[in-house]
């Protein structure tokens, strides 16, 4: 390279071998190099399984996700919520904390760290679009007034509410429905909604609270030949119940549906509304062989909830007055709560079930996995730890500075889990747990997260005791 300035040459020369190099690399290492991610191929499936069904026209969202021309405008907005996991403000709204306890639930729509990170890859790529041909088939979508259970078979109406644009949240019954059955039947699935006339709206109030009235509804069916049963709680955001197959609740001939503990919230604009509660029945004939109950552990009397301070703890404890499977994992708090954790407490064992976080704005009952559930003896301690914080950090509390105790309104507090639970008879629990083992393949010591007598020798694979040999005369 006569007439090159010397440090031209070695720079030259240096691009000459570094093209050599490139062009030496085997075949399998050049097609390691990353591919790009687009809406097509790789951010279409995710928000199908996991978004569309409240983002679209028509839902509880604020903005629609079922295009590329419609998510293109959001791709960041999408990359920092994704990106919060399982913490408050995360999308989708589901706050099981992946790194401890149980992980097997139906209907789990949260995304993997691969998802979490192709979203933030596609955005930070310019949120390219990909080719059309990859596009997955589009969904279809049931209309607002269609039912996730499938069509009911029975749909009982609340009495009518009313609240002003900017009214005090009120807190009280509203009366009795009368079911209108003149034959006993078995629920095997129940779920709510809420039916009001506020209409579309823009901005904070288009949230998902923002939409409704009822901020829960506790209900129970009284009269007919079953006496009182607790059904479980309507929360804004919740999703269906359906129950065991084998537990399915009572709804009696001559019954009535009682709204008696109902929360009402202001949402912005003058509205009027009620409640349809849609339940599905087993066929005629069908009688349940398990005891399916509600198993509400809380503690309501010692919340002493200050302002201005972060992780404030509170505990509750319950003990099992017989063995339990537990359907659901169901936090329950207001405004300033954050996080909450269940315990399996049997003997020196402790066994921490699941924490989740917790966002006041989407209320969710996670169903377990019926070989996920857990089995828990008669004397099982649970213990139920809540944590709060009413500081700034924390945009759902309206006021930091305000104490608030026990009670039904938002600006109350509660820390309640408002699980579902199979009670068991001795015979069953064991038939359970032996399940349980032979689905795992356990044997003898060793034991399986929320299954603590899993461990135990079967009592029918006990080696038995040799009889004493006879005295002698």
Same mark, same amino acid.
């Given at each position: 390279?006569?007439?090159?300035?010397?440090?031209?040459?070695?720079?030259?020369?240096?691009?000459?071998? /570094?093209?050599? &190099?490139? *062009?030496?690399? =085997?075949?399998?290492?050049? $097609?390691?190099? #990353?591919?790009?991610? +687009? %809406?097509?191929?790789?951010?279409?499936?995710?928000?199908?399984?996991?978004?569309?069904?409240?983002?679209?026209?028509?839902?509880?969202?604020?903005?629609?996700?079922?295009?590329?021309?419609?998510?293109?405008?959001?791709?960041?907005?999408?990359?920092?919520?994704?990106?919060?996991?399982?913490?408050?403000?995360?999308?989708?709204?589901?706050?099981?904390?992946?790194?401890?306890?149980?992980?097997?639930?139906?209907?789990?729509?949260?995304?993997?760290?691969?998802?979490?990170?192709?979203? /933030?890859?596609? &955005?930070? *790529?310019?949120? =390219?679009?990909?080719?059309? $041909?990859?596009? #997955?088939?589009?969904? +279809? %979508?049931?209309?607002?007034?269609?039912?996730?259970?499938?069509?009911?078979?029975?749909?009982?109406?609340?009495?009518?509410?009313?609240?002003?644009?900017?009214?005090?949240?009120?807190?009280?019954?509203?009366?009795?429905?009368?079911?209108?059955?003149?034959?006993?039947?078995?629920?095997?699935?129940?779920?709510?909604?809420?039916?009001?006339?506020?209409?579309?709206?823009?901005?904070?109030?288009?949230?998902?609270?923002?939409?409704?009235?009822?901020?829960?509804?506790?209900?129970?069916?009284?009269?007919?030949?079953?006496?009182?049963?607790?059904?479980?709680?309507?929360?804004?955001?919740?999703?269906?119940?359906? %129950?065991?197959?084998?537990?399915?609740?009572?709804?009696?001939?001559?019954?009535?549906?009682?709204?008696?503990?109902?929360?009402?919230?202001?949402?912005?604009?003058?509205?009027?509304?009620?409640?349809?509660?849609?339940?599905?029945?087993?066929?005629?004939?069908?009688?349940?062989?398990?005891?399916?109950?509600?198993?509400?552990?809380?503690?309501?009397?010692?919340?002493?909830?200050?302002?201005?301070?972060?992780?404030?703890?509170?505990?509750?404890?319950?003990?099992?007055?017989?063995?339990?499977?537990?359907?659901?994992?169901?936090?329950?708090?207001?405004?300033?709560?954050?996080?909450?954790?269940?315990?399996?407490?049997?003997?020196?064992?402790?066994?921490?079930?699941?924490?989740?976080?917790?966002?006041?704005?989407?209320?969710?009952?996670?169903?377990?996995?019926?070989?996920?559930?857990?089995?828990?003896?008669?004397?099982?301690?649970?213990?139920?730890?809540?944590?709060?914080?009413?500081?700034?950090?924390?945009?759902?509390?309206?006021?930091?500075?305000?104490?608030?105790?026990?009670?039904?309104?938002?600006?109350?507090?509660?820390?309640?889990n408002l699980m579902q639970a199979?009670?068991?008879?001795?015979?069953?629990?064991?038939?359970?747990?032996?399940?349980?083992?032979?689905?795992?393949?356990?044997?003898?010591?060793?034991?399986?997260?929320?299954?603590?007598?899993?461990?135990?020798?079967?009592?029918?694979?006990?080696?038995?005791?040799?009889?004493a040999p006879p005295a002698a005369?």
């Amino acid at each position: 390279m006569r007439g090159f300035p010397r440090f031209l040459a070695v720079a030259v020369a240096a691009m000459i071998m /570094a093209a050599i &190099a490139a *062009t030496l690399k =085997p075949a399998s290492a050049r $097609a390691q190099a #990353p591919t790009q991610v +687009t %809406f097509s191929k790789d951010i279409a499936p995710i928000l199908q399984r996991s978004c569309q069904q409240c983002h679209r026209p028509g839902s509880v969202a604020p903005m629609s996700l079922l295009t590329y021309e419609d998510a293109r405008p959001y791709a960041r907005a999408m990359k920092a919520r994704t990106a919060l996991r399982e913490k408050r403000g995360a999308m989708p709204p589901w706050y099981i904390e992946k790194n401890v306890g149980i992980q097997h639930f139906k209907d789990d729509f949260s995304l993997s760290e691969e998802e979490i990170a192709k979203i /933030a890859t596609w &955005a930070d *790529t310019g949120a =390219p679009q990909g080719n059309p $041909a990859d596009l #997955p088939a589009p969904l +279809t %979508f049931p209309d607002g007034k269609s039912w996730r259970i499938g069509t009911p078979d029975l749909i009982v109406k609340s009495a009518p509410v009313e609240m002003k644009a900017q009214q005090p949240d009120w807190f009280g019954s509203i009366g009795q429905t009368p079911t209108g059955l003149t034959e006993d039947r078995y629920v095997a699935a129940v779920e709510v909604k809420e039916v009001n006339d506020s209409g579309p709206r823009s901005g904070r109030s288009s949230t998902v609270g923002g939409l409704y009235l009822f901020h829960h509804a506790a209900y129970a069916i009284v009269g007919g030949r079953g006496g009182a049963s607790l059904f479980p709680v309507h929360e804004v955001g919740r999703n269906a119940d359906v %129950f065991d197959e084998q537990a399915g609740r009572l709804l009696s001939a001559g019954s009535s549906v009682a709204f008696q503990s109902v929360h009402l919230h202001a949402n912005g604009t003058d509205s009027k509304s009620h409640l349809e509660v849609g339940f599905k029945f087993h066929p005629r004939g069908y009688k349940p062989t398990l005891n399916f109950r509600q198993l509400f552990v809380g503690n309501g009397p010692d919340l002493d909830i200050k302002g201005n301070e972060a992780n404030q703890r509170v505990d509750a404890y319950f003990t099992l007055p017989q063995p339990v499977k537990i359907s659901t994992y169901e936090p329950h708090m207001h405004a300033p709560g954050v996080r909450m954790c269940l315990e399996a407490i049997w003997g020196v064992s402790v066994q921490t079930l699941n924490c989740s976080k917790y966002d006041h704005n989407w209320v969710r009952a996670y169903w377990y996995e019926d070989d996920a559930a857990p089995i828990l003896p008669k004397g099982t301690i649970l213990h139920v730890v809540g944590y709060f914080d009413t500081t700034a950090a924390n945009r759902n509390v309206p006021d930091p500075r305000n104490w608030s105790g026990s009670g039904h309104r938002s600006v109350d507090n509660m820390m309640i889990n408002l699980m579902q639970a199979i009670f068991l008879t001795d015979e069953q629990f064991e038939a359970e747990v032996a399940k349980r083992r032979d689905k795992l393949g356990l044997k003898a010591g060793q034991t399986v997260l929320g299954c603590p007598t899993c461990s135990a020798v079967p009592r029918a694979a006990a080696v038995p005791v040799a009889p004493a040999p006879p005295a002698a005369n």
